[in-house]
């Protein structure tokens, strides 16, 4: 089978994560979501992220405010959070609104908290190695997969497109560490990059994180590459009832019969970014516990 069941994987993780909750005597593990404003690409991931949570037993608790909220009502609610020992997890869904300065807010949180691992103490950590930070999740999530298909990045040329903190820049740093499902050489690839179609041809897993609707092609992929797909794109579509359907950043028919392994969107990375999250939310408990 070619097409990897992200889906699949990221429900094993939550049974998993259920079954470590059960066992749980007293409060159970709980996380703090932050929204600011209604729109709804925000509003349905935080839902789908209190959903998974209660699944499992994590405690959510959401907190909604308007799009006019200033930065210092923001910052009072983050510190708030902070020094609430109930709460081992914050979230704040992003994108936020242009007049509030979001990597200042993520840094506020406390890192220790900071199940998203987007603190600059966190992404320090992963720099250093260190396995007690939080690694951001759809990286993880990228990580997690290659292990449980068996995938090993063990010398592989790996080839990434997308430098963010989010994605592509982290994965890099985790790919090329010292250490299991590690150990590659990592080619970081990105807007400016000059024979782009050169350089991802020489990869042997290529991770495409660009965010441009299936802008990796099939000549753009080398014969028996693992490729994993995180865009996750809206393009019109009259035919389906919401009007658009989802797509990667790779033209999966293109790339399908090519590729050795290949992840599908949606269905692919998308859940196991959740999944991650609920795993860190688990880890922070453990470690404020402990």
């Known amino acids: 089978m070619k097409a990897i069941n992200g889906k699949q994987i990221a429900s094993d993780i939550v049974d998993e994560l259920t079954a470590k909750t059960a066992s749980i005597q007293g409060p159970k593990p709980c996380i703090a979501f932050i929204r600011v404003g209604e729109d709804p690409a925000s509003v349905s991931y935080v839902r789908g992220k209190n959903r998974t949570a209660e699944k499992i037993g994590i405690t959510p608790l959401l907190f909604a405010f308007e799009d006019s909220i200033s930065q210092e009502t923001l910052d009072a609610k983050i510190d708030e959070l902070n020094a609430d020992a109930s709460v081992n997890g914050i979230l704040i869904q992003s994108p936020l609104p242009s007049h509030l300065d979001e990597q200042s807010a993520f840094n506020r949180i406390d890192p220790n908290k900071d199940v998203d691992g987007f603190h600059v103490i966190n ?25 449980r298909e068996g995938i090993s990045l063990e010398g592989k040329h790996v080839v990434v497109i997308g430098r963010s903190l989010i994605v592509g820049k982290t994965f890099a740093l985790l790919a090329m560490q010292n250490g299991p499902q590690a150990n590659a050489t990592v080619t970081v690839c990105h807007s400016r990059t000059r024979n782009l179609k050169e350089i991802t041809r020489q990869a042997d897993v290529l991770v495409a994180a660009i965010g441009r609707p299936e802008m990796v092609t099939g000549d753009m992929i080398k014969d028996g590459a693992v490729v994993i797909d995180v865009g996750i794109n809206r393009v019109e579509d009259a035919s389906k009832k919401k009007g658009y359907k989802l797509v990667g950043d790779v033209n999966f028919a293109e ?24 795993k860190n939310t688990v880890k922070a408990y453990e470690l404020q516990n402990s």
């Not at 992963?126 to 292990?147: K, M, N, R």
């Not at 790339?255 to 999944?275: K, L, N």
């Open 255 to 278: 790339a399908e019969p090519i590729a050795s392994r290949i992840t599908p969107v949606p269905g692919g990375v998308g859940p196991m970014t959740v999944a991650m999250l609920m």
């Open 123 to 147: 992404a320090g950590r992963v720099v250093q190695e260190d396995s007690a930070g939080f690694v951001s999740c759809t990286p993880a999530g990228i990580i997690e997969i290659c292990q």
